[in-house]
């Protein structure tokens, strides 16, 4: 069972989650992305700097004083083909 003030710590985790999570209204792309050409531009190996548009990576942005909030890994064909037939992952991230 739950004390009172671990009841409210977790309530206030959760309602700051759902803040920092929720789509930033005055997000505009530092770039613009061509899905086509990243298709044909990506090898195995390259790291993707992502610009996020929820108000933790602005918070990211903010605090590190840099345009990019994530950062995620290309593998290409690298993982088999999952038994499912859904779509195979391609970029690896991490979330913190």
Known sequence: MMD???FMLDWIGRQLAKRL????PRYKPYTP???ATLCDT???????L???NQ???????????S???????????ALPEPA?????????EVNL
Do not use: C, M
């Open 50 to 52: 992502i610009e996020g």
């Open 21 to 24: 999570t929720k789509v930033s």
């Open 33 to 35: 992305s061509d899905y």
């Open 67 to 77: 345009t990019w909030s994530h950062a995620a890994f290309f593998i290409g064909d």
């Open 4 to 6: 009172a003030g671990n």
């Open 84 to 92: 499912d037939g859904s779509e195979r992952p391609r970029l690896i």
């Open 55 to 65: 108000f933790v990576s602005a918070s990211i942005k903010y605090l590190t004083q």
């Open 42 to 48: 990506l090898r195995p190996g390259d790291v993707l």
